[in-house]
């Protein structure tokens, strides 16, 4: 793919009915275009073709080619738009011309997302100063701002459509019903990333199992996950990372918190190590890192109140605690440092840390 190519779709454009949200592909492609560039210091295999995973080839939330363009429109810097069915905050992954992203479609309306930052806080504040119950105020809450299993019937597909012309190549339903778990309605049910070595495709829904398929969307293995409780019913948003012969999947929440590693060409759980993280809150969105430095190679994640690495058997490396209690970001490397945030809320203490290679045991 030239580079041209590579500059070919960036638009943001998102379009409201009852019935769906109508995400654009060319509105993802703004991520894509700033990785694929970036990747042109890559080796081969993670070459200007590519973007197989959340963040690009290398994970990092920056590039810095001089090319990229400073300015869209509707009409500025778009070669061609093409509509996706349903809401899905998942990214979409590129890899030999071919788009991957998935969605979750409903016959039902579903809710929007609302604008801003704020997470209901104002709106619990507003029914406070009216001397409303905390009870009815949940009550409210939850109606305005949560979509729950017992409200709607959804499907969750994949789809893959041609890089070069928008074309819908396939598309697959991964899972119809009503939904494993609940979500705010600035989530989706389809937050997560796939992740793709080429062959396969690996999807991952955090309140339903990991899933493989072939660049035809032949089903290749699923492999079922238990279900575990998210604060407040916030929703998943942990997207899967590859490396070797693994998929390695991290699940914060409520019950009991994880990172395991799963056979890539079997669906087959390889190890599970369980999560000791934050006091009040332990539900987390991050995805991990895998931190290839000078010294080792190991998974670097971030939870709420701490960050922990292992090695790729999942035994612990070090952790630092700290950190605040909403973790979403994802860790980075940069110039043989690992980088990591705390993330929004949870204390005035907010640190970005820059790590060097070879920690062991807590270095807080």
């Keep these: 793919m030239s580079e041209a190519t590579v500059f070919k779709s960036r638009l943001s454009k998102l379009e409201h009915d009852n019935l769906s949200l109508k995400l654009t592909v060319v509105t993802l492609l703004l991520v894509l275009a700033a990785g694929c560039v970036a990747a042109e210091v890559s080796d081969e295999e993670t070459s200007t073709h590519n973007w197989p995973r959340f963040l690009g080839p290398d994970s990092l939330p920056v590039a810095d080619n001089p090319k990229l363009p400073e300015r869209w429109s509707t009409t500025n810097n778009v070669e061609w738009v093409t509509e996706v069915s349903g809401v899905g905050w998942s990214s979409p992954i590129v890899w030999d011309g071919k788009i991957f992203l998935t969605s979750a479609v409903s016959d039902q309306p579903m809710k929007q997302p609302s604008l ?82 080429g062959e396969y495709v690996y999807v991952y829904f955090g309140h339903l199992g990991l899933y493989a398929f072939d660049f035809d969307g032949n089903p290749v293995w699923a492999t079922p996950l238990k279900l575990y409780q998210k604060v407040r019913d916030f929703g998943t948003g942990t997207s899967p990372v590859l490396h070797g012969d693994r998929v390695i999947v991290l699940n914060d929440n409520e019950e009991q918190g994880f990172i395991a590693a799963f056979d890539k060409r079997t669906g087959k759980e390889l190890w599970r190590t369980l999560r000791n993280v934050g006091d009040r809150r332990k539900t987390g969105w991050a995805t991990p890192f895998v931190w290839e430095n000078e010294l080792r190679t190991e998974i670097v994640t971030v939870g709420p109140g701490a960050v922990i690495s292992y090695t790729l058997d999942g035994e612990e490396l070090w952790r630092m605690h700290g950190m605040a209690t909403v973790t979403i970001q994802s860790p980075f490397a940069w110039g043989g440092r690992l980088f990591v945030t705390s993330g929004s809320s949870g204390g005035e203490d907010k640190p970005i840390a820059s790590i060097l290679p070879g920690a062991s045991g807590d270095i807080t």
């Design 116 to 197: 801003g930052t704020d997470f209901s806080n104002e709106y619990l504040a507003e029914m406070r100063e009216e001397g409303i119950s905390s009870e009815e105020a949940n009550n409210r809450l939850y109606e305005r701002d949560r979509e729950m299993p017992h409200e709607l019937v959804i499907e969750l597909m994949l789809y893959c459509f041609d890089l070069e012309s928008g074309a819908r190549l396939w598309e697959r339903s991964v899972y119809h019903g009503n939904p494993p778990g609940g979500r705010h309605r600035k989530n989706s049910f389809a937050s997560e990333t796939p992740v793709t070595d």
